[in-house]
């Protein structure tokens, strides 16, 4: 009977020291841009943060860096149940091995694009690993929506003329615009406000300017004075909206 009490705790011993044993789990994430692709190095990348959800312990922090995928893939063909749609050779991705012990609940959080930090979005999910369970190929996805809205006029304007804007409107994978493309210009509606503090002196619509992603429009000429110009890109269809903002100058010239 002692024999077999203890053979037993023996067991239950080494039961729990193998659970105790941190597991290498290797896991891939990818940020995505809604509607287009992934979030890669033309556009800095994205960050990706995993950290354990019930102590906020951080595991692993690094930049997604790689290409924008396959565009034929991501785009234009029919997609069937598990097939590789975004972990095709090259595409941008964050790896990590994480050391766990047992089933644990993280939080994974993407925050991108990094080279435009007024388009900047930050999105997260919950979700349980175990160890030994890799994640690979395709990874967890989380998907960033927008636009990045680059205003790229002057910042100083004469007075008494009209204030030509433009800016540049791409996908948050840096992907382009333009009438008719992949990502329909004509879909997407482009306005400038010219704003001094919270109100709004003047607005007029930008439209396509004939080269990839750029939107122009013209304001009638403003006062002499400081003024915050607004271009704003809205598509409610794919869930994407952006939004860029400049200080511009009316002086006259001495």
């Known amino acids: 009977m002692i024999r077999r009490l203890v053979l037993a705790a023996s067991l239950v011993f080494v039961g729990t020291t193998l659970l105790a044993r941190d597991v290498s789990t290797t896991i891939t994430v990818r940020a995505i841009s809604r509607d287009a692709k992934v979030i890669g190095d033309a556009v800095g990348g994205a960050r990706i943060t995993i950290r354990e959800a019930a102590t906020g312990k951080v595991l692993a922090r690094g930049i997604q860096r790689g290409g924008t995928g396959d565009t034929k893939r991501i785009m234009q063909e029919p997609r069937e149940r598990d097939a590789t749609i975004y972990g095709t050779e090259g595409a941008a991705s964050f790896q990590a091995a994480l050391d766990l012990s047992r089933p644990t609940r ?37 998907e960033i929506h927008g636009f990045i809205v680059d205003i790229i006029s002057p910042e100083v304007v004469p007075a008494g ?6 800016a540049k409107v791409m996908m948050t994978c840096g992907c382009p615009t333009e009438p008719g493309g992949l990502w329909d210009a004509e879909k997407i509606e482009v306005t400038v406000h010219a704003m001094q503090g919270d109100k709004v002196v003047d607005k007029t619509t930008l439209r396509y300017a004939g080269a990839t992603s750029t939107f122009a429009g013209t304001i009638p000429s403003l006062p002499e004075g400081t003024y915050k110009l607004e271009v704003t890109a809205a598509q409610s269809g794919s869930v994407n909206f952006g939004v860029s903002k400049q200080t511009i100058t009316v002086k006259r010239k001495h």
């Open 161 to 166: 003329k009209p204030l030509d804007v433009r």
């Open 106 to 142: 993280v939080e994974i959080i993407a925050e991108g694009p990094l080279k435009y930090p007024q388009a900047m979005q930050r999105v997260s999910k919950t979700m349980l690993l175990f160890p030994g369970q890799h994640i690979e190929g395709e990874g967890v996805l989380l």
